[in-house]
Protein backbone atom coordinates (compact mmCIF):
# COMPACT_ATOMS: atom_id res chain seq x y z
CA UNK A 1 0.00 0.00 0.00
CA UNK A 2 1.36 4.02 -0.49
CA UNK A 3 0.53 5.51 2.63
CA UNK A 4 0.58 9.47 3.09
CA UNK A 5 2.22 10.32 6.81
CA UNK A 6 1.94 13.54 8.02
CA UNK A 7 4.58 13.77 11.15
CA UNK A 8 7.23 11.40 9.49
CA UNK A 9 10.56 12.70 10.41
CA UNK A 10 8.52 12.96 14.23
CA UNK A 11 9.68 10.67 17.00
CA UNK A 12 6.75 8.66 16.27
CA UNK A 13 6.06 9.21 13.13
CA UNK A 14 9.73 7.98 11.85
CA UNK A 15 9.49 5.08 13.50
CA UNK A 16 6.00 4.51 11.63
CA UNK A 17 8.43 5.12 8.35
CA UNK A 18 10.81 2.35 9.22
CA UNK A 19 7.82 -0.12 10.49
CA UNK A 20 5.97 0.84 7.06
CA UNK A 21 8.87 0.51 5.02
CA UNK A 22 10.29 -2.39 6.45
CA UNK A 23 6.98 -4.35 5.95
CA UNK A 24 6.88 -3.53 2.04
CA UNK A 25 4.72 -0.54 2.02
CA UNK A 26 5.51 2.75 0.43
CA UNK A 27 5.18 5.78 2.47
CA UNK A 28 4.74 9.82 1.22
CA UNK A 29 5.95 11.50 4.16
CA UNK A 30 5.03 15.55 4.68
CA UNK A 31 8.11 17.18 5.38
CA UNK A 32 8.06 21.18 5.64
CA UNK A 33 12.28 21.74 5.84
CA UNK A 34 14.95 20.38 4.37
CA UNK A 35 15.87 19.27 7.24
CA UNK A 36 12.70 16.95 7.31
CA UNK A 37 12.81 15.94 4.03
CA UNK A 38 16.67 14.47 4.23
CA UNK A 39 15.28 12.34 7.32
CA UNK A 40 12.13 11.15 5.21
CA UNK A 41 14.48 10.22 2.46
CA UNK A 42 16.83 8.66 4.74
CA UNK A 43 14.05 6.02 6.05
CA UNK A 44 13.30 5.16 2.50
CA UNK A 45 10.16 7.23 2.40
CA UNK A 46 8.78 9.56 -0.44
CA UNK A 47 9.10 13.16 0.66
CA UNK A 48 6.31 15.58 -0.31
CA UNK A 49 6.99 19.63 0.63
CA UNK A 50 4.41 20.95 2.86
CA UNK A 51 2.90 21.66 6.44
CA UNK A 52 -0.11 21.11 8.45
CA UNK A 53 -1.27 24.65 7.75
CA UNK A 54 -1.10 24.49 4.12
CA UNK A 55 -4.05 22.17 3.60
CA UNK A 56 -3.65 21.83 -0.30
CA UNK A 57 -0.52 19.68 0.65
CA UNK A 58 -2.59 17.64 2.73
CA UNK A 59 -4.96 17.13 0.11
CA UNK A 60 -2.40 16.31 -2.13
CA UNK A 61 -0.95 14.00 -0.45
CA UNK A 62 -4.32 12.35 0.99
CA UNK A 63 -5.38 12.20 -3.10
CA UNK A 64 -1.93 10.21 -3.80
CA UNK A 65 -2.51 7.40 -1.37
CA UNK A 66 -4.28 4.90 0.02
CA UNK A 67 -4.72 6.17 3.26
CA UNK A 68 -3.35 8.65 5.73
CA UNK A 69 -1.41 8.30 9.00
CA UNK A 70 -1.77 11.76 10.46
CA UNK A 71 0.60 11.70 13.15
CA UNK A 72 1.75 15.90 12.63
CA UNK A 73 1.10 18.32 15.46
CA UNK A 74 2.68 21.40 16.89
CA UNK A 75 3.54 20.03 20.90
CA UNK A 76 3.85 24.19 21.61
CA UNK A 77 2.17 24.35 24.93
CA UNK A 78 1.91 28.04 24.99
CA UNK A 79 -0.11 27.43 21.64
CA UNK A 80 -2.46 24.87 22.27
CA UNK A 81 -5.12 26.12 21.23
CA UNK A 82 -3.80 27.23 17.50
CA UNK A 83 -2.46 23.87 17.48
CA UNK A 84 -5.63 22.12 17.72
CA UNK A 85 -7.28 24.50 15.41
CA UNK A 86 -4.88 23.79 12.86
CA UNK A 87 -5.11 20.02 13.64
CA UNK A 88 -8.87 19.88 13.00
CA UNK A 89 -8.70 21.90 10.02
CA UNK A 90 -5.88 19.28 8.61
CA UNK A 91 -8.15 16.11 9.71
CA UNK A 92 -11.27 18.23 8.14
CA UNK A 93 -9.26 18.93 4.52
CA UNK A 94 -7.84 15.14 4.26
CA UNK A 95 -11.33 13.44 5.50
CA UNK A 96 -13.00 14.79 2.50
CA UNK A 97 -10.26 14.10 0.27
CA UNK A 98 -11.12 10.41 1.80
CA UNK A 99 -14.63 10.30 1.97
CA UNK A 100 -16.76 7.67 0.19
CA UNK A 101 -13.71 5.30 -1.02
CA UNK A 102 -13.47 3.88 2.34
CA UNK A 103 -9.65 4.42 2.38
CA UNK A 104 -8.18 4.60 6.29
CA UNK A 105 -7.18 7.45 8.04
CA UNK A 106 -5.43 6.90 11.75
CA UNK A 107 -4.84 9.96 13.78
CA UNK A 108 -3.06 10.28 16.98
CA UNK A 109 -4.76 11.20 19.77
CA UNK A 110 -3.76 11.38 24.12
CA UNK A 111 -4.97 9.46 26.32
CA UNK A 112 -3.75 11.53 29.95
CA UNK A 113 -6.75 12.45 31.89
CA UNK A 114 -9.14 9.92 30.10
CA UNK A 115 -10.81 8.34 33.61
CA UNK A 116 -9.73 9.71 36.32
CA UNK A 117 -9.76 7.57 39.25
CA UNK A 118 -9.72 4.01 37.73
CA UNK A 119 -8.40 2.72 34.86
CA UNK A 120 -8.92 3.91 31.53
CA UNK A 121 -10.20 2.03 28.49
CA UNK A 122 -10.48 2.02 24.46
CA UNK A 123 -14.16 2.72 25.50
CA UNK A 124 -13.87 5.66 27.25
CA UNK A 125 -14.47 9.23 25.87
CA UNK A 126 -12.77 12.08 27.12
CA UNK A 127 -14.82 14.80 28.35
CA UNK A 128 -15.67 17.94 25.71
CA UNK A 129 -12.14 20.01 26.09
CA UNK A 130 -10.76 17.71 28.15
CA UNK A 131 -7.58 16.95 25.96
CA UNK A 132 -6.53 19.60 23.10
CA UNK A 133 -7.32 16.78 20.35
CA UNK A 134 -10.61 15.97 21.29
CA UNK A 135 -12.22 17.94 18.40
CA UNK A 136 -10.14 16.38 16.26
CA UNK A 137 -10.59 12.80 17.07
CA UNK A 138 -14.44 13.47 17.01
CA UNK A 139 -14.44 14.76 14.31
CA UNK A 140 -12.07 11.62 12.42
CA UNK A 141 -14.71 9.06 14.20
CA UNK A 142 -17.59 10.47 12.61
CA UNK A 143 -16.15 10.15 9.34
CA UNK A 144 -17.00 6.34 9.70
CA UNK A 145 -20.29 7.56 8.51
CA UNK A 146 -18.76 9.14 5.62
CA UNK A 147 -17.49 5.64 3.77
CA UNK A 148 -13.82 6.62 5.43
CA UNK A 149 -12.05 3.74 7.15
CA UNK A 150 -11.19 6.32 10.46
CA UNK A 151 -9.30 5.19 13.71
CA UNK A 152 -7.70 7.37 16.53
CA UNK A 153 -4.50 5.73 18.65
CA UNK A 154 -4.46 7.53 21.69
CA UNK A 155 -0.95 7.69 23.14
CA UNK A 156 0.42 7.56 26.62
CA UNK A 157 2.22 10.30 27.78
CA UNK A 158 5.75 8.85 27.23
CA UNK A 159 6.79 7.15 23.94
CA UNK A 160 10.21 6.23 25.40
CA UNK A 161 13.29 4.81 23.77
CA UNK A 162 17.20 6.23 22.78
CA UNK A 163 16.79 9.79 21.34
CA UNK A 164 13.72 10.75 23.27
CA UNK A 165 13.15 14.46 24.29
CA UNK A 166 10.14 14.20 25.81
CA UNK A 167 8.33 13.93 29.89
CA UNK A 168 10.78 11.39 30.76
CA UNK A 169 14.06 13.13 29.14
CA UNK A 170 12.71 16.30 30.67
CA UNK A 171 12.66 14.61 34.12
CA UNK A 172 15.60 13.55 33.48
CA UNK A 173 17.11 17.04 33.12
CA UNK A 174 15.09 18.44 35.74
CA UNK A 175 16.54 16.09 38.33
CA UNK A 176 20.23 16.97 36.83
CA UNK A 177 19.26 20.40 37.84
CA UNK A 178 17.97 20.20 40.99
CA UNK A 179 20.00 17.70 42.44
CA UNK A 180 17.72 15.36 43.29
CA UNK A 181 15.22 12.91 41.95
CA UNK A 182 11.70 13.35 42.78
CA UNK A 183 8.78 12.38 43.03
CA UNK A 184 5.25 13.34 44.59
CA UNK A 185 3.62 12.42 47.96
CA UNK A 186 3.98 8.85 48.26
CA UNK A 187 4.64 8.19 44.23
CA UNK A 188 2.31 5.67 43.52
CA UNK A 189 0.08 7.12 41.22
CA UNK A 190 0.78 5.55 37.54
CA UNK A 191 1.98 6.95 34.21
CA UNK A 192 1.28 5.03 30.88
CA UNK A 193 3.91 4.36 28.59
CA UNK A 194 4.91 2.49 25.10
CA UNK A 195 8.12 2.14 23.79
CA UNK A 196 8.83 4.05 20.21
CA UNK A 197 9.05 0.35 18.42
CA UNK A 198 6.22 -0.85 20.02
CA UNK A 199 4.50 2.03 18.32
CA UNK A 200 6.02 2.06 15.33
CA UNK A 201 4.06 -1.42 14.71
CA UNK A 202 0.70 -0.62 16.63
CA UNK A 203 0.41 2.11 13.86
CA UNK A 204 1.09 -0.24 11.01
CA UNK A 205 -1.38 -3.00 12.43
CA UNK A 206 -4.52 -0.71 12.68
CA UNK A 207 -4.00 1.22 9.66
CA UNK A 208 -4.09 -2.62 7.79
CA UNK A 209 -6.80 -3.93 9.99
CA UNK A 210 -8.45 -2.12 12.48
CA UNK A 211 -12.58 -1.12 11.61
CA UNK A 212 -14.03 1.86 10.79
CA UNK A 213 -14.53 4.18 14.14
CA UNK A 214 -11.82 2.34 16.44
CA UNK A 215 -10.43 3.52 19.09
CA UNK A 216 -7.17 2.27 19.93
CA UNK A 217 -5.19 2.59 22.91
CA UNK A 218 -1.19 2.92 21.71
CA UNK A 219 0.09 2.01 25.37
CA UNK A 220 2.32 -0.92 26.61
CA UNK A 221 2.39 -0.50 30.08
CA UNK A 222 -0.95 0.14 31.98
CA UNK A 223 0.38 2.06 34.42
CA UNK A 224 4.59 2.80 36.04
CA UNK A 225 4.64 4.37 39.57
CA UNK A 226 5.89 7.67 39.69
CA UNK A 227 8.27 6.53 42.87
CA UNK A 228 10.09 3.65 40.31
CA UNK A 229 10.33 5.67 37.92
CA UNK A 230 12.46 8.55 40.02
CA UNK A 231 14.38 5.93 41.56
CA UNK A 232 15.55 4.85 38.05
CA UNK A 233 16.51 7.99 37.29
CA UNK A 234 18.23 8.33 40.50
CA UNK A 235 20.32 5.32 39.93
CA UNK A 236 21.08 6.61 36.77
CA UNK A 237 22.73 9.93 37.49
CA UNK A 238 23.55 8.73 40.88
CA UNK A 239 21.10 11.25 42.74
CA UNK A 240 19.35 11.11 46.45
CA UNK A 241 16.06 9.81 45.61
CA UNK A 242 12.69 12.03 47.56
CA UNK A 243 9.41 12.87 48.07
CA UNK A 244 8.49 16.46 47.77
CA UNK A 245 4.73 17.56 48.58
CA UNK A 246 1.70 18.10 45.99
CA UNK A 247 2.19 21.94 46.86
CA UNK A 248 6.01 22.17 46.01
CA UNK A 249 5.50 20.41 42.73
CA UNK A 250 4.77 23.31 40.37
CA UNK A 251 8.32 24.86 41.95
CA UNK A 252 10.04 21.39 41.52
CA UNK A 253 8.79 20.65 38.09
CA UNK A 254 8.11 23.43 36.80
CA UNK A 255 4.48 23.03 33.99
CA UNK A 256 5.46 19.11 34.31
CA UNK A 257 4.31 19.08 37.91
CA UNK A 258 0.85 18.72 37.04
CA UNK A 259 1.12 15.79 34.79
CA UNK A 260 3.79 14.32 36.89
CA UNK A 261 1.03 14.11 39.89
CA UNK A 262 -1.94 12.90 37.85
CA UNK A 263 -2.89 8.86 38.43
CA UNK A 264 -3.42 7.95 35.28
CA UNK A 265 -2.90 4.26 34.52
CA UNK A 266 -4.89 3.18 30.84
CA UNK A 267 -5.84 -0.33 29.38
CA UNK A 268 -4.51 -1.75 26.70
CA UNK A 269 -6.73 -4.84 26.67
CA UNK A 270 -9.08 -3.93 23.80
CA UNK A 271 -6.27 -2.64 21.74
CA UNK A 272 -4.60 -6.35 22.46
CA UNK A 273 -7.49 -8.28 20.87
CA UNK A 274 -8.22 -6.57 18.36
CA UNK A 275 -4.94 -6.52 16.31
CA UNK A 276 -3.41 -9.47 18.21
CA UNK A 277 -0.69 -6.84 19.28
CA UNK A 278 1.68 -7.79 21.75
CA UNK A 279 4.51 -5.04 22.82
CA UNK A 280 8.33 -6.66 22.88
CA UNK A 281 10.23 -3.11 23.82
CA UNK A 282 11.58 -2.96 26.92
CA UNK A 283 9.43 -1.37 29.72
CA UNK A 284 10.07 2.67 30.69
CA UNK A 285 12.35 1.22 33.88
CA UNK A 286 14.09 -1.40 31.93
CA UNK A 287 14.49 1.43 29.39
CA UNK A 288 15.81 4.17 31.81
CA UNK A 289 18.24 1.14 33.29
CA UNK A 290 19.90 0.79 29.72
CA UNK A 291 21.11 4.61 30.58
CA UNK A 292 21.00 6.34 27.26
CA UNK A 293 18.66 8.90 29.10
CA UNK A 294 21.65 9.63 31.13
CA UNK A 295 24.24 10.06 28.42
CA UNK A 296 25.24 13.70 27.64
CA UNK A 297 24.06 14.64 23.64
CA UNK A 298 26.82 16.92 21.54
Known amino acids: MRIFLTGASGWIGSAAVSELVGSGHEVLGLARSDASAAAIDALGAEVLRGDLDDLGSLRTGASASDGVIHMGYNHDFSRMDAAARTDLQAVEAMGAVLAGSERPLLIAGGALGLAPGRVGTERDMPAAGGHARTASADATLALADRGVRSMVARFAPTVHGDGDHGFVARLVAIAREKGVSAYIADGG ?8 SDAGVLLRLAFLDAPAGSVLHAIAEEGVPTREIAEAIGRGLGLLVASIDAEQA ?20 LTRDMLAWQPTGPGLIADLDAGHYFQTRV
Open 250 to 269: DAHFGWLGRFFGADAPISNT
Open 189 to 196: NRWPAIHR
